[in-house]
């Protein structure tokens, strides 16, 4: 079994910065593309930002040249660090792996992880 679990979450003033981690654990061999994914109350989940095997990204224009998204694949790891936090950037985020190469059983698609809360509050 695989599973995704994100981390890093909180509660953090304007202007501050907070990192997150999607760690996929299990029989994990292989990660593909990760999306992080934001959905704050009343409004569609929003595309934040993608990172593809050999670490090509791309950014939505909301938090381009604030938030770096990177990645560990030894550690099957994916983090995302958000700085210049605006109150509008409050929201869940979820981590979603597009294709997840499981040990002893080949692909499995489209994994999402629980969902961890920011609040960018004074």
């Known amino acids: 079994q695989v599973t995704l679990v994100e981390s890093g979450g909180g509660l953090v003033q304007p202007g501050g910065s907070l990192k997150l981690s999607c760690a996929a654990s299990?029989?994990?061999?292989?990660?593909?593309?990760v999306n992080w994914y934001r959905q704050a109350p009343g409004k569609q989940r929003e595309l934040v930002a993608t990172?593809?095997?050999?670490?090509?990204?791309n950014y939505s224009e909301s938090v381009q040249g604030r938030f770096t998204i990177s990645r560990d694949d030894n550690k099957h790891t994916v983090w995302l660090q958000m700085n210049s936090l605006k109150p509008e950037d409050s929201a869940v985020y979820y981590c979603?792996?597009?294709?997840?190469?499981?040990?002893?059983?080949?692909?499995?698609?489209?994994?999402w992880g629980q969902g961890t809360q920011v609040n960018v509050s004074s």
């Open positions: 990172i593809h095997l050999g670490d090509v990204t």
């Open positions: 299990g029989a994990v061999s292989r990660v593909g593309t």
């Open positions: 979603n792996a597009e294709r997840i190469l499981v040990t002893g059983w080949g692909p499995v698609y489209d994994y």
